[in-house]
C-alpha cells in the first residue's frame, strides 16, 4: 500500500492535514481549558451542547446555500479566515456568557466547511481522480500528530498551550485552503438547480431518515468519550501524555481502515457498515464503562475504526450512491447538522449531568445508543436497494 498522493489528491490532502490539527488539539483537550477557565461538568456539558444544537439551524441552511452558489473554494477560504479569528477572541474573554458566545460561534464554521470539503473530495472520487479515504486518512494521521503533542506539551507547559496551538492550526489551514484546486467544486452538465422543494423531498424519505437515525445515534455515542474521556482519565491518575497517546491509538486505527477504504465499500454496503460500526459501539462503550486496566482500554481505542471510521465511510458512502449530485452538500451538510448537532448535543448536554452522577458508567447510556443505531441500519440494509433515492 502507497501513502503517497499526487496532483489533486495532495491538495486536498494538505487541507484535511491542517484542519485536523485543529481538531487533534480541541477535541480531547478543549475541555481541560475550559475546566482551567472555571467551567464546570455541567457547565461544559451545557455550553458543547447548545453549540452543538445550533448546527442542527446553520448548517442545513450553509449547506443548502454552498449547493445553490456552487463556488466552493472560495467558501472553503472565507470559513476558513472566520475560524481562525473567532478562535482568537477566545483569549479576550473569561466570563461564562462571552465565553458561550464565542463557541456558538466556532461550532457554526467547523460545520460549514466539513461538507464543502468532503463533497469536493468525493465528487473528484466519483471521476477516478482521487481515492477519498486514502485523501481523508491525512487528516486522521494530522489529529494523531497533533493531539499526541498537545498531551504532551499539556503535560510539561499545562493548559496555556492548548489556545496558541489551536491558532496555529488554524492559520494552517487558512494556507491550505489557499492551495485548493481553482475547480474543487464539481462541475456537471446541465446540472439541476437546488431548491427547496426537491431538498425536502430527499429529506423525508423512508430510507434517508432511517440512515441519518443510525448514523447519528452511532455517532453521539461518542458524546461521553469526546467531552469527558480525557478528564475521565485523569480522574483514574493517567497523565497527559498517556492520554494523547490514547487519543492517538483510536485514529492509527482509523486510519487503517481509511487506506483501505476502496476494498471496504467494495466488500460492504452502506447499511452493513453502519450495522458493524454501531455492534462494535456496544461492545467498546461497555467495557469502558467499567474503567477498564490500560492494555484492555487500548484495545478498545482500536475499536474507534469501527465506530467512527466505518460509520463515517458508511455515511460518505450513503450519501454518495443516494443523493443527487445537486443536493449533494445539502445532504452532507443535513447529516452533519443531525449527527453531530440535535442528536450529540441532546446526549452531550445529559452527558454533562450522567457524568457528574455517576462518572464513567455514563458510558453505558451511549452502548444503549449504539444498539439503536444497530436497529436502524438493519431496517435501511432490508429497504434500499443502493441506488439514488428518488
Not at 479576550?92 to 469536493?120: G, H, Q, R, W, Y
Not at 423512508?206 to 469526546?226: D, E, P, S, T
Request: net charge positive; hydrophobic share 60%; proline share 3%.
Amino acid at each position: 500500500m502507497r501513502l503517497q498522493i499526487s496532483g489533486v489528491s495532495v491538495r486536498l490532502a494538505f487541507y484535511y492535514f491542517a484542519i485536523f490539527i485543529v481538531a487533534g488539539v480541541h477535541l480531547p483537550f478543549w475541555p481541560v481549558w475550559l475546566t482551567a477557565r472555571g467551567l464546570s461538568a455541567s457547565d461544559i456539558g451545557l455550553l458543547t451542547g447548545a453549540a452543538m444544537l445550533l448546527r442542527v439551524l446553520t448548517g442545513p441552511l450553509i449547506a443548502f446555500a454552498s449547493d445553490r452558489a456552487g463556488r466552493h473554494r472560495v467558501q472553503i477560504i472565507v470559513f476558513s479566515a472566520l475560524l481562525g479569528l473567532s478562535f482568537a477572541l477566545f483569549s479576550l474573554v473569561e466570563a461564562f456568557f462571552a465565553i458561550f458566545l464565542v463557541t456558538l460561534l466556532t461550532s457554526t464554521l467547523i460545520p460549514a466547511i466539513m461538507p464543502l470539503i468532503d463533497t469536493v473530495t468525493l465528487a473528484k472520487a466519483a471521476t477516478g481522480r482521487v481515492d477519498y479515504g486514502r485523501v481523508r486518512l491525512w487528516g486522521s494521521i494530522s489529529f494523531i500528530a497533533a493531539s499526541s503533542l498537545a498531551g504532551a506539551m499539556l503535560s510539561q507547559l499545562g493548559q496555556g498551550m492548548i489556545l496558541p496551538m489551536i491558532l496555529a492550526g488554524c492559520g494552517i489551514t487558512v494556507v491550505a485552503a489557499l492551495l485548493l484546486p481553482g475547480d474543487a467544486a464539481p462541475v456537471h452538465i446541465n446540472r439541476p438547480r437546488a431548491t427547496w422543494r426537491a431538498a425536502l423531498q430527499l429529506l423525508r424519505h423512508r430510507n434517508f431518515l432511517l440512515f441519518m437515525a443510525a448514523g447519528a445515534l452511532i455517532q453521539a455515542a461518542h458524546a461521553v468519550y469526546y467531552t469527558f474521556g480525557t478528564l475521565n482519565w485523569q480522574r483514574l491518575g493517567l497523565d497527559g501524555a498517556l492520554i494523547g497517546a490514547l487519543w492517538a491509538l483510536g485514529v492509527v486505527a482509523e486510519i487503517i481502515l481509511f487506506a483501505f477504504s476502496g476494498r471496504v465499500a467494495a466488500r460492504f454496503g452502506p447499511a452493513s457498515l453502519l450495522a458493524i460500526g454501531g455492534a462494535a459501539g456496544v461492545l467498546r462503550w461497555t467495557l469502558t464503562a467499567f474503567n477498564p486496566g490500560i492494555w484492555l482500554l487500548a484495545l478498545l481505542q482500536c475499536l474507534h475504526a469501527f465506530t467512527f471510521g466505518a460509520t463515517h465511510l458508511a455515511a460518505m458512502q450513503f450519501i454518495t450512491r443516494a443523493a443527487p449530485a445537486h443536493l449533494a452538500v445539502t445532504a452532507q451538510g443535513v447529516y452533519a447538522a443531525i449527527s453531530t448537532g440535535i442528536v450529540i448535543g441532546g446526549v452531550t448536554y445529559a452527558s454533562g449531568f450522567a457524568y457528574a452522577a455517576f462518572g464513567g458508567l455514563a458510558f453505558l447510556g451511549m452502548a444503549a445508543l449504539c444498539a439503536l443505531g444497530v436497529l436502524c441500519a438493519w431496517r435501511l440494509r432490508a429497504n434500499w436497494a443502493g441506488g439514488e433515492l428518488s
